[in-house]
């Protein structure tokens, strides 16, 4: 194998491993140059390669470059991982036969929350999210506001920018009661709160954190008002936490139900 060839191998890697350590909006080409130490020119041929290969994609709206799905599921079925909803299903089994409620695992999906699964309770309840595959715009509802609450900075500024008219219309929270909210969940590491939006209903959420720490994924339960009342809430909170950690410590980075929720379901269901 000849140097240039061995050159421009490392180089694809290193632009592999630069686009993965960016969040999910993506990067471009300048900045990819510069981070690669490399010309325009040299990057673009670079990147044309990757994107020939499946391994890199551009959106056509932002021009900006990412890591592809094929990418995603390549890595993970090199690393052996089941993926978030298997790896999560032993912990919502468990939750739920513990505490007798209804369960959820709810994933980031763009601006919305995502439920990827859930273990049915004894007790007749409502949800916002529905049935598996149900979405619901970030902050509203537990799941949702403990991974929106978790988010860097940027991002959450930036769903709250939009999210904020599709909570109005949902007769959730203004602006400035989505910042208390936040706010609140932030300092207490769970979400925890009873809108009645649902009467009746209420229920609590913690976040699944990757290894930098940010949320992608919840763990809530749904339950009737009076079962989160006194001395029960923060048992319930600490199972949930306990279980989540364990969630967060068996992450696999690749898995691509992080980035394409949806298509998991898809592919789950097959």
Known sequence: MSEDTLSGIRRALGILKILGSENAQGMRLTDIAAASGVSQPTAHRALKALMAEGFVEQSEASRRYQLALDFFALAARAAHAGGLRSTARPALLRLSSTLSDSVFLLVRSGFDALCL??????????????DIGGKVPLGIGQGSLAILSHLPEDEREAIIRFNVPRLLDRGSFDEVGLRMQIENVRKKGFASLNT??????A?????????????VAALSIGTLSERLEGDRLPLVVELLQKEANGIGRQLNPFDPTLRYPARSLGAASA
């Open 203 to 215: 229920g609590v959420g913690v976040p699944i954190l990757d290894p930098e720490g940010r949320a």
């Open 117 to 130: 699964d859930r273990v049915e309770g004894p007790f007749p309840i409502r949800t916002f999210t529905g």
């Open 196 to 201: 009645g939006l649902i009467p009746g209903m």
